[in-house]
């Protein structure tokens, strides 16, 4: 409540980009939360992507990064995972609005007859079920707190300008007006390009896209400015005066070491002042003038500091783009950082280690292999389809039979069974009938509740619980021997349950399984340093700060570390005193920024 003791309205934060994509929207919109969060305010956040798609989920990594999966089983846009590991929240398949699901709506109002005879346009039917969306999700609490939110921060994905965004930039230029000044705070992120040549900050692409913004009904109250250097005095008087924007709103957001460093560069040109005031926010009691950013501060300037190398070997098929592997990058990144050590990252070609490279590019199989061997630990992550699949069966033994750190994710997890029952139990044709359907010794099978006509959304998607068979293993040591977990899954497929006897009598312990008993979600070597999968995806719940205990694992095996976190959380000198895990059952896309100080190799990307 104000200090006038009325009922609260809900504040919006629109974030929107200009000039070209990958600015780092989304991870502006999430420091953008935090500062917010640090002034005492309750975020939450909504993704908008223009795409006709009903939801990410059908969509190939390289088209458009990870899948990223919620807890109610949204497939959703990778930014979502942003918001959710920088200001630690929970959200909904509604939070992300695609052109798709709003369509869909509209047309599903017009068959049930609810717009009474009416033709059904883009201006107002479409338009209206934006901003009813908006409001309606807005209201959903995502900290775990009662009630509603005080602001909700919304991305616009895309390029001011794109065709199909139109729709949204009309129903958000309605929306800031009928909300009403006071209420609506429009921060455009866009580029101020450094010709080499002069080296002179050009502000022409930026007047141009404020231009086209302000033709579409939509006027920034704050310029978020993308370039290589802080903003030069003078260029800022320049785009004030252009863009009709103060020059006190203007704000940098220039080359940092990590991105942890954003919410606190933010903070320092004060932006925060300039969204309180556009929202009307200072009246509001329990609003910090000056936002508490010590923790984040803190754990980025330690970031920077870290210097002993862990490396880790990612053999997986989407390498060429590692936005592809964006949540699993994090969580090495939380877990490394937990245990003082600088994470390298050397991705794999899954393909390029297998028989077939060596014999039509000799030169990538050497140096595939040379990456695999020089790695402390080796993860194998999930994905679709048989390409590479041998690759990360030959990966797996490796890890296997040189006792190497391993953990396996989803479709890893399935690649470490099928491995053990091929050299193990002498099953040479061991497969999973995706990537095999005639095979005699199916070790991995399609799930009885799927579907094989419709793959969008028909997966096991989402949070389920996972219950412990052994309580003396590691995985149940590193939740913290805790009865059951609730991870996030994204299958089709699954360990065929008529082969765990045998898997098991052969030394394979399935550690976790689903409540039936008959679904197998973790798999361990118990005689083996560390060799861990799991048929859930714990990258989605690490947060910065709180790593997901499975990769905390794998990064400590890898440094020689395990025991002592196994434990009793005893540990040598020089390691965290106190390591807190996202356990249950009971947080990038910046030109020439390295994504969270993880250094790759192989392919020169960042995520």
């Not at 990064?65 to 918001?83: F, H």
């Not at 033709?215 to 993308?226: E, F, H, Q």
């Not at 050497?366 to 990966?395: H, Y």
């Not at 409540?515 to 979600?521: A, N, Q, S």
Request: charged share 25%; aromatic share 8%; with cysteine.
């Amino acid at each position: 409540m104000n200090k006038g003791g009325g009922m609260k309205k809900m504040k919006y934060v629109l974030v929107t980009g200009g000039v070209v994509s990958g600015l780092g929207k989304g991870v502006t919109a999430s420091s953008i939360g935090v500062l917010l969060k640090a002034c005492g305010l309750r975020v939450t956040s909504i993704k908008i992507d223009p795409y006709l798609n009903t939801d990410a989920g059908t969509m190939s990594p390289f088209e458009h990064g990870e899948v990223y999966v919620l807890d109610d089983g949204g497939e959703v846009d990778l930014d979502l995972g942003n918001y959710e590991r920088f200001l630690d929240i929970k959200l909904t398949r509604d939070n992300n609005i695609t052109t798709g699901k709003i369509y869909q709506a509209v047309i599903d109002k017009e068959r049930r007859g609810d717009y009474l005879g009416k033709t059904v346009q883009v201006v107002p039917h479409i338009t209206d079920a934006i901003q009813e969306w908006i409001e309606r999700v807005a209201l959903i609490p995502v900290d775990g707190l009662p009630g509603p939110a005080d602001v909700c921060v919304i991305e616009l994905g895309g390029t001011i300008g794109d065709i199909e965004s139109m729709p949204f930039t009309e129903a958000l230029g309605q929306f800031s007006y009928r909300v009403g000044a006071g209420n609506f705070c429009l921060i455009h992120v866009s580029l101020v390009p450094v010709i080499s040549a002069v080296g002179e900050q050009k502000t022409k692409p930026t007047q141009h896209s404020v231009r086209g913004l302000r033709s579409l009904g939509l006027t920034p109250n704050i310029l978020a400015c993308r370039s290589t250097s802080a903003l030069e005095e003078n260029v800022k008087q320049k785009l004030s005066q252009f863009c009709h924007v103060p020059a006190e709103n203007i704000i940098t957001l220039y080359d940092v070491p990590n991105i942890w460093h954003l919410p606190s560069l933010l903070r320092d040109q004060k932006a925060h002042e300039g969204i309180l005031g556009a929202l009307n926010l200072p009246g509001f009691v329990n609003v910090a003038r000056e936002p508490n950013l010590k923790e984040w501060t803190s754990r980025a300037e330690f970031c920077d500091m870290l210097l002993e190398p862990v490396r880790i070997a990612v053999v997986g098929k989407y390498t060429g783009l590692s936005d592809s592997y964006l949540s699993l990058l994090k969580a090495l990144l939380h877990a490394s950082v937990s245990l003082r050590k600088k994470l390298v990252v050397d991705w794999v070609p899954a393909s390029d280690i297998e028989d077939e490279t060596a014999r039509e590019n000799p030169d990538a199989y050497k140096a595939a292999w040379k990456l695999l061997k020089g790695a402390d630990g080796v993860l194998v992550p999930g994905g679709f389809g048989d390409r590479g699949v041998e690759g990360k069966i030959l990966a797996a033994k490796y890890a296997r039979e040189n006792r190497i750190p391993f953990l396996g994710i989803c479709l890893g997890m399935q690649i470490a069974v099928i491995e053990f029952a091929r050299s193990i139990l002498g099953l040479q044709d061991a497969n999973s009938t995706e990537f095999d359907p005639d095979t005699k010794s199916p070790c991995v099978v399609f799930m009885p509740e799927g579907s094989k006509t419709h793959l969008g959304g028909t997966m096991r998607l989402g949070s389920r619980r996972t219950y412990f068979q052994v309580m003396d293993s590691k995985s149940a040591k590193l939740y913290g021997n805790r009865v059951f977990v609730d991870e996030r899954h994204r299958h089709r497929y699954e360990v065929n349950p008529d082969m765990v006897s045998s898997l098991e009598d052969a030394g394979l312990l399935f550690t976790g399984k689903d409540e039936t008993r008959k679904r197998m979600e973790i798999v361990e070597l118990p005689n083996h340093p560390y060799y861990i999968g799991t048929q859930f995806h714990p990258e989605f719940k690490s947060r910065p700060g709180k790593p997901s205990a499975l990769f905390l694992g794998l990064i400590a095996a890898a440094c020689g570390q395990l025991d002592p976190l196994l434990h009793a959380h005893k540990f040598p000198n020089g390691m965290a005193k106190k390591i807190s895990l996202y356990q249950n059952g009971n947080a990038t896309k910046f030109a020439k920024i390295p994504a969270d100080g993880i250094y790759s190799n192989c392919n020169g990307v960042h995520a």
